[in-house]
């Protein structure tokens, strides 16, 4: 269960959670519950799928106008799915809020362990401080029902203990396919290929810091190229790239399959990212696995890192960003594409996988 999964609204969005229920499948037999509202809809609708064998149910609903009205639609909707799925030993939840209440409930219905791994950005200072009464609410309820809570970063765990201070919260990454992201076959050459990769949210991946701080490195080297590639719409910064002149320079892709991504990451010579906050990073796991060093603000799994995989610069500073890739593209930096794709080897899938199954077999023992 989660908070965000792929539906017909949104195919995008929780996409990494989905990759979780795929990782699992070998192993158990794995069903995901998500229900979703549709202002399409005038009746509560089921999709019951089989996908990359994972028995997938989105139930949507239509979308009332008043709380209440939601509220009463959403819990009709979570009880038709409890209905088609039975015998859960465990509930797996993703992402506390908003959903978190479902997470119980299902713990309650099955008669089972919850353990929840926390992937968002909604934690940090800025952002807890803004909490509502129904967050704040849902987040002490699951915090007293939960068996073991996960946090995907030390970054976020951190974060997280204001909210939760008396409980253990364990480190399981996010994680990434060491099938498609292997190191590149070519050394670099040019040092002239930068890829970024987000949302190109406004508020918290900050592209306005990473076109100016590419259009001031291109006036002092015109072979600097870049490629952007976003599940969400570009053409606002298309736009922007045109109208300062840098069309030539910059490419925009996406959405990309996971597979895509890593092919483009082969014909890249680094990685930039200029997010304001990272509770992660699965970016930054895939240039490392495939060799890439990264030039990232200070975030996620990219927070303070050692020279041997890249460099950070500060957040709001595209001087400094610009003269990283200029010197990158110099050759001023030196860096060992072995040393850094087995770095990346602790987000390996199989990795992460025998972390879960301890975890999930620890609980199952307990419950027993």
């Known amino acids: ?17 989905q990759r ?27 999709s019951d799928q089989l996908i990359a064998g994972v028995r997938t149910v989105i139930i949507y609903f239509p979308e009332k106008k008043w709380k209440i009205g939601r509220w009463l639609q959403r819990r009709k909707a979570l009880a038709r799915g409890f209905r088609l799925i039975e015998d859960v030993d465990l509930v797996f939840g993703h992402v506390l809020l908003p959903q978190g209440l479902q997470f119980i409930g299902a713990k309650n219905y099955y ?11 909604y934690f940090r200072k800025e952002k807890r401080k803004a ?5 704040r609410t849902i987040l002490k309820r699951t915090s007293q029902n939960i068996q073991q809570l996960l946090a995907v970063s030390a970054v976020l765990s951190e974060d997280m203990k204001a909210v939760f201070p008396t409980t253990n919260i364990a480190i399981v990454p996010n994680f990434i396919a060491p099938s498609l992201f292997v190191p590149k076959e070519q050394k670099t050459v040019s040092y002239n290929k930068f890829i970024h990769i987000s949302t190109l949210d406004e508020q918290t991946k900050n592209p306005q810091l990473l076109f100016e701080g590419f259009l001031s490195a291109v006036k002092q080297n015109a072979s600097l190229q870049l490629t952007v590639i976003s599940d969400q719409s570009t053409a606002v910064w298309e736009n922007w790239v045109a109208t300062n002149g840098i069309s ?3 490419r925009f892709l996406g959405p990309c399959s996971w597979e895509e ?19 992660f990073g699965i970016v930054f796991a895939e240039a490392w696995a495939v060799g890439l060093p990264v030039l990232s603000t200070s975030v996620g799994i990219a927070s303070s890192l050692p020279a041997y995989l890249g460099r950070n610069f500060p957040k709001n500073d595209a001087e400094a960003l610009c003269q990283l890739i200029v010197s990158f593209a110099a050759e001023d930096m030196a860096f060992d594409q072995q040393e850094i794709s087995l770095h990346a080897t ?10 879960l199954q301890t975890i999930f077999d620890q609980q199952l023992l307990n419950h027993e």
């Open 261 to 279: 991504i890593a092919q483009e990451m082969q014909q890249h010579d680094a990685l930039i990212a200029t997010s304001n906050y990272e509770s």
């Open 111 to 121: 008669n089972c362990p919850l353990v929840v791994l926390e992937h968002g950005s």
């Open 346 to 355: 602790q987000y390996h899938a199989q990795t992460v996988l025998k972390q």
């Open 131 to 135: 909490f509502n009464r129904i967050q």
């Open 20 to 46: 979780f229920a795929e990782l699992l499948v070998n192993d158990y037999t794995v069903s995901v519950i998500h229900t979703v509202a549709d202002k399409n809809c005038s009746t509560i609708e089921v």
């Open 248 to 250: 030539a320079h910059v």
């Open 1 to 17: 269960m989660s908070s965000w999964y792929p539906s017909r609204i949104d195919p995008h969005v929780g996409n990494f959670v």
